[in-house]
């Protein structure tokens, strides 16, 4: 049928001429001579190949001698454990060599040879005569070393170098390739590639098998694998109309939380309601079709969570997930659906998150809630368009902290007036929503990166801005506190950013007023949260930092909130938070409301202001948004909780369910 040769098909032809031909497939193999061990399995006894149908494909082809690789992607329980224990049986059985399992881990790989391989190995008859018991005399077998008659087993960890530059291998089987460490093993690159690499002198009969559960969109291994393959997907018959289709979660369909156990799958042919037992039924009634059957030498499997798990459970763990936030959203992503994780969504579910948050708070922007003992704030100088950003945060106790005000001063930086009002801002009186007294600001932190160095260190040096305004930098390394002074004698301080972003994320997570908690101004808009949420952490040449996602999003509140922390921690701790922030609460007396008076402590008070300085109210100062940026949506969109699109749009589901 095909004229057309590929080195990888010569290979394939080699290898058929070179190797006896097998005398059994997988998939009979494990019919035949597998007994499922009592601890790891809850059906123990005989394989039984009806059980679980797709997995038979997956055995054949992870053990014949024409596919030298077989990636499969899917969620968690699809029977990953046991496919790959019968591919190590089939080869130790029927054509053995030297074969190696790599783990993401040393731990991981000594617990499957431990609780999985022993136990099957004790139980398989075959298996048991030609590995020799570890327990015996004799002292070749070792946990990630197992010696049967032509042939051995080693167990590798992804995180050790030296196991995966071992012996050569001819059967590299590789779990959960998705969780190898990133930097691979030590300094010696991808222990993906290093372990690949061992199989070089066996190239006409090598096997490479790997499996995994996806991560993240663009950086998942597996997803990688699968997209090079030939792409089999399982296909089921609707039961009603006979359309053929693979399966999606989005296609799930209920009517409330409450009424999760009558969920339906939604047909996408012509919209048939499938009950779970129809659909348990066309699963197992359907069968691989790969999307791109030119690949040769390369099956790709994907098993999505919709076909190993039942309907209501999905939908339960998909609510649970949303609800507690984009990490388990992501995990419930990985591990249940199969699916892979853009970090966009994370982002759009995090948003969301705190703009309810915002809507629901009790105060408005300029207004400082009870709670609040220390006002801080940080500015950055932005060149397009010149503008200067000013942020105004509260600390209380135990690091719960409040966003009072976030202004923006567009206007010529090298002019006099914009650094003018930036000081009127400073200076000004922060009315409290309790009747305390108004507070000022004890310590501002300026950025000095930008075009604007000169204006900003000049600024710092203001008279009246005295012990309250202080220029920061970005620390390149990081350091052991928030802050440092570059030198004994140097007025500026390095802030550890990477530290302080570490900070703000976890803190934003927490979901309960209290310690940590993050408040913001019901008037907060879209876009405040969007720059927050504007980095995502990598590794930049070994090292831990933050880079913007995309390259080019704007993340000044991101900034701003770091410098706040640097601000809060130039100030200093107070000995004692509570106190500090029952002082803060006290109401003026009736002498000082007449005299309208700052309630400077004596040591930092910077001289009165002069009359003409008084300063406007903020609301005044305009608030203009960055360029390309999405102007807030209506917030009746938000009530509902994540829209669906937004969800769905990454994830190329074709859904159709408004049931959530
Ligand atoms: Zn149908």
């Not at 030297?98 to 139980?123: I, L, Q, Y």
Request: aromatic share 8%.
């Amino acid at each position: 049928m095909n004229n057309y040769a590929s080195p990888l098909q010569e290979l394939a032809q080699a290898a058929t001429f070179l190797l006896p031909p097998p005398t059994i497939t997988g998939n009979r193999w494990a019919a035949e001579y597998r007994v499922l061990s009592q601890e790891d399995s809850s059906a123990a006894g005989r394989w039984n190949p009806n059980a679980r149908p797709y997995q038979n494909e997956i055995l054949d082809v992870a053990t014949d001698l024409t596919t030298e690789r077989v990636s499969v992607m899917g969620a968690s329980q699809w029977g990953k454990t046991q496919v790959l224990l019968c591919i190590c049986g089939y080869f130790i059985h029927i054509d053995p060599g030297p074969m190696m399992v790599v783990n993401p881990t040393v731990g991981a790989v000594e617990n499957w040879s431990k609780t999985r391989f022993t136990p099957m190995v004790r139980d398989c008859p075959e298996l048991r005569t030609l590995v020799s018991d570890q327990k015996s005399r004799d002292s070749s077998n070792t946990i990630l070393n197992k010696r049967f008659p032509g042939g051995l087993l080693v167990g590798v960890g992804a995180n050790a170098p030296t196991g995966l530059a071992a012996q050569p291998i001819r059967i590299l089987l590789m779990d959960e390739v998705d969780r190898f460490p990133k930097k691979g093993a030590g300094t010696e690159g991808d222990s993906r590639k290093l372990a690949e690499a061992r199989t070089a002198d066996f190239r006409w009969s090598k096997k490479i098998y790997e499996c995994s559960s996806p991560t993240i969109q663009g950086e998942s291994n597996i997803d990688d694998s699968y997209q090079r393959s030939d792409k089999r997907e399982w296909w089921v018959d609707c039961p009603h109309c006979g359309h053929r289709q693979t399966l999606s979660f989005w296609n799930v369909v209920w009517q409330d939380r409450q009424s999760l156990a009558d969920a339906f799958y939604a047909c996408s042919g012509g919209g048939c309601l499938i009950t779970e037992p129809e659909l348990r039924r066309a699963v197992r009634q359907g069968r691989w079709i790969a999307a791109r059957p030119d690949v040769k030498g390369h099956a790709g499997f994907y098993v999505p969570g919709i076909m190993v798990k039942p309907m209501a459970e999905l939908a339960k763990g998909f609510l649970e997930a949303k609800d507690a936030g984009p990490q388990e959203l992501q995990v419930f992503y990985n591990t249940q659906l199969g699916e892979l994780w853009n970090l966009r969504m994370g982002e759009e579910v995090a948003v969301e998150g705190l703009l309810k948050r915002a809507r629901e708070s009790t105060y408005s922007s300029g207004i400082v809630p009870a709670g609040v003992g220390l006002l801080v704030a940080s500015v950055d100088n932005q060149s397009s368009p010149q503008r200067l950003e000013f942020l105004v945060r509260g600390f209380g106790v135990g690091g719960e902290k409040w966003t009072i005000q976030h202004v923006v001063i567009p206007g010529n930086l090298a002019l006099a007036e914009v650094w003018d009002r930036l000081q009127e801002l400073i200076l000004q009186p922060w009315p409290r929503q309790d009747g305390g007294r108004p507070m000022r600001i004890k310590a501002c932190a300026l950025d000095i990166g930008g075009n604007f160095t000169g204006e900003v260190y000049k600024f710092c040096k203001r008279k009246m801005l005295a012990g309250i305004a202080h220029p920061v930098k970005g620390a390149t390394k990081p350091q052991a506190k928030i802050i440092r002074r570059s030198n004994k004698r140097s007025r500026m301080f390095l802030v550890d950013g990477v530290a302080a972003k570490d900070t703000i994320y976890a803190c934003l997570k927490i979901d309960k007023p209290g310690f940590g908690y993050q408040h913001f101004p019901n008037d907060t808009d879209q876009v405040y949260f969007e720059q927050l949420f504007a980095e995502k952490p990598c590794h930049r040449a070994g090292v831990r930092a933050y880079e913007r996602v995309p390259s080019d999003a704007p993340n000044e509140i991101l900034d701003l909130h770091v410098y706040c922390d640097a601000a809060q921690a130039i100030w200093g701790t107070p000995r004692d938070w509570a106190a500090l922030v029952a002082k803060a609460a006290e109401k003026p007396t009736q002498q000082e409301e007449t005299m309208d008076q700052p309630d400077l402590p004596e040591e930092d008070a910077p001289e009165p202001l002069p009359v003409e300085t008084t300063p406007a109210p903020a609301a005044a100062v305009r608030v203009i948004r960055p360029k390309g940026r999405p102007a807030p949506q209506a917030t009746t969109t938000l009530a509902a909780g994540i829209p669906l699109a937004n969800l769905q749009g990454g994830a190329g589901g074709s859904g159709g369910s408004g049931a959530w």
